[in-house]
């Protein structure tokens, strides 16, 4: 008898061990993405409840109706939330709740007033047809959707804003993961995202011209003449952004209506302008509407054609070459750097 209580009590104990190790390694990889509990949470415009209820670590069950008192909903695409985390952390991770047939943006600033793109969740993510649907940015999550898994980023406020659907727009919860202190700074030398100091415009378009340098990118797809897009007809339309002071220009993102031609001219004074790169209407993967291009290498919307070698230029300038006379833009960011001398 003695016997097989010692054979029983060793299989126990050889089960424990793996059990107990891999308990351990996991408890180890949440201390270094823990959640972050924000200082506080605003609501910009018109919504119903309280905006507390984002963060109170709660939401109602999967399918549950968008106008429920567990939720904040509203109907305008100009209504926002901005969680401020209380100061600077390496943000690794989301989970959200929101209403499951709507697209939302989720952007990041580390000063309230500049915010980039970090998630875009469309109505096709997740796996909830009608109702409030979990979705999570971080691998592992039960609810985790791998279109929407990002790199770390040093961030301070989160902002989350619905930009299109059916206009009953539902958020119940947002939970931020990440680290304490910012992300390693580049070394110098090394690219950042410039923010402009302003762009002026010449010729006749529609909408305000501080559209293309917002920080915010539109759905792919999306219809040429939208309100987030500068759109226009005009060939003698153009639009000149200016970084404030000369920088090596390594990199630029642009999004443009799909199938037209665009030419992206660089300027030191202003004055002299020289060809950047071509942007042609057989350029991306998108055959109609707004399309994201790159000339970044290590970017997802990688265009080969796209890519310069890296130039001095304090003004960037775009303008339509050729197309079919609907003509757009959306966002165009700039990266470099300043030279040292």
């Known amino acids: 008898m003695n016997k097989y209580r ?38 910009e415009g018109v919504y119903t409840n309280s905006v507390r209820l984002l963060i109170d670590g709660q939401s109602p069950p999967e399918g549950s109706p968008w106008n429920s008192e567990h939720n904040i909903y509203w109907k305008r695409t100009d209504t926002y939330f901005i969680l401020d985390l209380g100061g600077d952390f390496t943000v690794s991770g989301l989970l959200v709740q929101v209403d499951g047939n709507d697209d939302y943006n989720i952007d990041y600033s580390l000063d309230g007033t500049d915010y980039i793109p970090l998630v875009q969740i469309r109505e096709n993510h997740g796996d909830i047809a009608s109702g409030m649907d979990t979705m999570s940015t971080v691998p592992g999550n039960p609810h985790f959707v791998a279109d929407l898994e990002f790199d770390p980023v040093s961030t301070r406020f989160i902002k989350v804003t619905a930009v299109a659907g059916d206009s009953k727009f539902a958020l119940s919860e947002i939970q931020v993961f990440g680290e304490r202190g910012a992300v390693t700074e580049l070394p110098e030398g090394e690219s950042k995202i410039i ?29 040429w003449n939208e309100a987030q897009n500068v759109f226009w007809e005009d ?77 001095r230029a ?16 959306s966002e165009f960011q700039v990266f470099g750097y300043r030279p040292s001398e």
Do not use: C, W
Not at 26 to 31: D, L, P, Y
Not at 203 to 217: C, T
């Open 6 to 43: 010692l054979v029983y009590k060793f299989f126990i104990l050889i089960g424990i061990i793996p059990l107990a190790f891999t308990l351990i390694l996991f408890s180890s990889q949440e201390s270094e993405r823990e959640i972050i509990a924000p200082r506080s949470v605003e609501g």
């Open 195 to 223: 923010r402009p100091a302003q762009i002026t415009s010449i010729g006749e378009f529609e909408n305000d011209a501080n559209l293309i340098i917002d920080g915010r990118i539109p759905f792919e797809e999306s219809g």
């Open 235 to 311: 060939p003698q339309a153009s639009f000149v952004i200016d970084l404030g002071n000369i920088y090596e220009v390594t990199g630029i993102v642009v999004q443009v209506d799909s199938n037209d031609d665009y030419r992206i001219e660089y300027s030191v004074n202003g004055e002299d302008y020289a060809i950047l790169t071509e942007i042609l209407g057989s350029d991306g993967e998108v055959l109609e509407g707004m399309d994201t291009m790159s000339s970044i290498p290590e970017h997802p919307e990688y265009i080969e054609d796209l890519e310069f070698f890296p130039l």
């Open 314 to 329: 304090r003004y960037i300038r775009i303008f339509a070459a050729d197309g079919d006379n609907q003509f757009a833009i």
